[in-house]
């Protein structure tokens, strides 16, 4: 086991290697800021073809990176949308180009909190600017002109994903010929607002967090990042899912231990969960994207509301909710349906029915990733023949 | 045999329904219906179905779909989002019938209701000789595992209008390949011989 330091320095070398492009038209970020000459990193699958008709953007989640599927080349770990994407699946990269960035203000080498701030030659740490789910779309916007895409066959994503599409289609309404949002919402509920105030608290809590300046030290709050991501483990599951995987199984034992060991199933996941995130993410990274996720409210955007937001959609949407996630109901996911059935645009919508909570749009979940691949297959004929004529 | 008389009730609702218009079908299983308004007359469709199989398969035929519940969610159209609403054998289904027709013909400008008539001849004799609920080839289901709550007839869906002030711009009577107009004059011997009564309101 290497030493954290040790671990960061390889870490960060490993970034150095992957695909990033500078941006450097100045962004104005919603805080007031503007950053400029930033790095954007991404990955793509697949071949974009000659007519550029077949791409397909992901937004990723809170903890994900660009790093779709294949093996993650920084943690030698499978893709987080592994289930999904790739030869032959759902979203078929045999067949389509599938581009995901890094957002924003993350930590898989597009700019973030633990990048050198130029003012100061100190990592950010704090002094990073607060970021927006709208800034980290218009940066990936940047990315498509790169790629030189000027409309995608579709863009996709779950969770802050989906939150990041929806925004994607209010603010750039012609970029996408189809639309799918996954498990999220249009404004960030007091219950993940909460959540996501427990996770920060976490992190804060623990005294090598330092007011964010661990970076320079080379260490990590490594405590506190664990229990942040094992609040967030808990509510991608729902209560039924997780009795049926753990229920009080004990862990390798036989009995109590009349301890504070984890003597239970879910006890040892929690951990494990936990403290294998603090060697793939950064802890200040946590702070902003979750706050980022917390500002996200569509329909103050716009005057008249979430039906303003998607006025003059040529878009077709499918919002896609499985019915025992808690974190991002199907009441919220309705509540886009119902926004987007009122702007006049075309949508479509299914709810999943599963025991597997929020994490559903992760797993092997056959009749979400049925639907999933006959909308994507029908969208691109369409899209097609609307190119053709 | 049923996707063939299927067809034959979906030409005269296509037939009811000018080209290039905008159509909401309600209880649009798996689709074929809004796929043949689409082909034969390029409508612009839209579908609200409860089953998730059949949902599935509108995504597939690319036919834009909602799941949901007619009953409870219909508030979700504005007033007047659609040139057609149509309702193919389903009010009957219902728990509250009259609350989904009145909000039927709040989202659309016109309404097409088709219902299997429970007063053709034979559903009558069914019922007159042997004392039987009725199973027809348009009633397919037993009284205890039927989805059918309202089950009712042209006769009633017309007085129905009439007392709700529901205009009623034109009824076809279908049986098996035979359609015909059905009107005031007509609605007796029409209720005893048509299997379905297609409904445009509003």
Redesign the interface.
């Known amino acids: 086991m290497p030493s954290l330091a040790g671990l960061f320095f390889w870490m960060n070398r490993k970034i150095e290697n992957i695909n990033k492009i500078t941006i450097t038209k100045p962004l104005k970020l919603d805080c007031g800021k503007t950053i400029k000459n930033f790095p954007l990193a991404y990955e793509t699958y697949g071949k974009l073809n000659e007519n550029k008709d077949n791409a397909i953007l992901v937004f990723h989640a809170l903890t994900g990176d660009q790093f779709v599927t294949g093996t993650n080349p920084v943690t030698n770990k499978e893709g987080w949308w592994v289930t999904a994407v790739g030869p032959g699946k759902a979203i078929d990269t045999d067949k389509y180009f599938v581009i995901c960035a890094n957002v924003i203000g993350g930590c898989m080498g597009s700019l973030g909190p633990k990048d050198t701030n130029p003012v100061n030659n100190q990592p950010y740490g704090l002094d990073f600017p607060v970021i927006t789910i709208k800034d980290m779309v218009k940066a990936q916007e940047s990315l498509l002109e790169h790629l030189g895409i000027k409309k995608l066959l579709c863009a996709t994503g779950g969770s802050m994903g989906g939150m990041q599409l929806l925004q994607f289609c209010a603010t750039f309404p012609d970029k996408a010929f189809s639309a799918i949002p996954i498990a999220c919402s249009s404004s960030h509920s007091a219950q993940n607002i909460a959540l996501n105030e427990l996770a920060r608290q976490a992190i804060m809590a623990d005294p090598v967090w330092d007011n964010g300046k661990y970076v320079s030290k080379n260490v990590q709050p490594k405590n506190g990042l664990a229990v942040a991501r094992m609040v967030g483990h808990i509510s991608y599951l729902s209560e039924k899912g997780m009795q049926e995987k753990f229920g009080r199984k004990l862990q390798e034992k036989a009995d109590y231990e009349f301890s504070f060991n984890a003597d239970f199933q879910v006890e040892s996941y929690l951990r494990h969960q936990g403290y294998a995130f603090v060697e793939r993410f950064d802890a200040n990274s946590i702070l902003y994207i979750t706050r980022a996720m917390d500002y996200f409210d569509l329909s103050k955007q716009y005057k008249g509301g979430l039906v303003e937001a998607f006025k003059n959609q040529d878009t077709?949407f499918?919002v896609i909710s499985f019915s025992s996630d808690w974190l991002y109901t199907t009441k919220e996911n309705?509540d886009i349906?119902?926004a987007l059935?009122?702007s006049?645009a075309?949508?479509?919508?299914?709810?999943?029915?599963t025991d597997k909570g929020h994490d559903s749009f992760l797993l092997n979940e056959p009749?979400f990733l049925?639907?999933l691949k006959?909308?994507i297959?029908?969208?691109y004929?369409?899209f097609k023949n609307e190119k053709r004529i | 045999m049923k996707s063939l008389k299927m067809k034959k009730e979906f030409k005269v609702i296509a037939e009811l329904l000018p080209n290039n218009t905008r159509v909401l079908d309600v209880g649009c299983g798996d689709g074929s219906l809004m796929n043949f308004l689409k082909k034969e007359k390029n409508i612009e469709v839209?579908g609200l179905e409860l089953n998730?199989e059949n949902?599935?398969q509108?995504?597939?035929?690319?036919l834009?779909?909602?799941?949901?519940n007619a009953e409870t969610e219909l508030h979700?159209?504005?007033d007047q989002?659609f040139d057609y609403v149509v309702l193919s054998q389903t009010l009957q289904a219902f728990y509250n019938p009259e609350e989904v027709l009145k909000n039927l013909l709040r989202i659309g400008k016109a309404v097409v209701v088709s219902i299997p008539n429970f007063g053709y001849w034979k559903v009558r004799m069914k019922l007159l000789f042997f004392g039987e609920m009725p199973v027809t080839k348009t009633l397919p289901n037993t009284w205890y595992n039927t989805p059918n709550l309202h089950m009712c007839t042209i006769k009633d869906l017309f007085k129905f209008c009439y007392e709700k002030n529901i205009n009623i711009k034109q009824v076809v009577g279908v049986n098996e390949d035979k359609t015909s107009l059905i009107k005031k004059s007509n609605l007796e011997i029409k209720n005893l011989f048509s299997k379905l009564g297609i409904f445009l309101i509003g």
């Open positions: 077709k499918l309705k349906v119902i059935n009122a006049g075309d949508v479509s919508y299914s709810e999943i029915v009749e049925k639907t006959g909308f297959d029908s969208m004929e369409k | 839209r998730q949902v599935q509108c995504i597939h035929k690319g834009p779909v909602i799941q949901g979700q159209f504005p989002s």
